[in-house]
């Protein structure tokens, strides 16, 4: 079976600090990860992919195998970035499994 | 390109009535998901429909089931509804049902069982 766990319900940061949001997997085989974003009002959306190993908004994801986690980070957070991110796994199943996701807040 | 659009947006029904949701993925995409949200358990899934057949299942009872058409549109249905059945219920769609796709998600469809 494969599970996804984001153990903060709630991350809450000041305008430059930097923002480390967790994300632990469980499955067996080598997972798909991935990073969606929620702002207010808006639509769930695909923030970053691992396979990409890209920079989006200033984020960025390390897939670690050893400690199965795909924590998402990026060093100076900008009041833009309060919204829920939720972290992603698909296996060999397909069957995507999405975290309980954090709540990203940045305060001025 | 038009995103996902699903309808109705809002919806209240009361117990044991059934409910049918609608989803009309992204032009081109074969793939459509079905997802449960809730502030409790946060994004579950509930189906994939690809090419009309469902590819995946989630851990859901029977009482939820879905369709997909020939041009690609899905329907999702609840019977006999309980009040655990409030959600806001997300439809997604992908190009194919592969694991590294990206999702496009619909904003949803809010149900309140009363």
Known sequence: AQRVTQPEKLLSVFKGAPVELKCNYSYSGSPEL?????????????????ISRESI??????????????????????EEDSAMYYCALSGGSYIPTFGRGTSLIVHP | KA??????RYL???????????????SGHRSVSWYQQTPGQGLQFLFEYFSETQRNK????????GRQFSNSRSE?????????????????????WTSYNEQFFGPGTRLTVL
């Open chain 1, 57 to 78: 908004k200033g984020f960025t994801a390390d897939l670690n195998k050893g400690e199965t986690s795909f924590h998402l980070k990026k060093p100076f957070a900008q």
């Open chain 1, 34 to 50: 991935f990073w969606y974003v929620q702002y207010s009002r808006q639509r769930l959306q695909l923030l970053l992919r691992h």
């Open chain 2, 3 to 8: 995103g996902v659009t699903q309808t109705p």
């Open chain 2, 58 to 65: 989630g851990n859901f009872p029977g009482r939820f089931s």
């Open chain 2, 12 to 26: 209240i029904k009361t117990r044991g009535q059934q409910v049918t949701l609608s989803c009309s993925p992204i």
């Open chain 2, 76 to 96: 999702m249905n609840v019977s006999t509804l309980e009040l655990g059945d409030s959600a806001l219920y997300l439809c997604a769609s992908r190009q194919d």
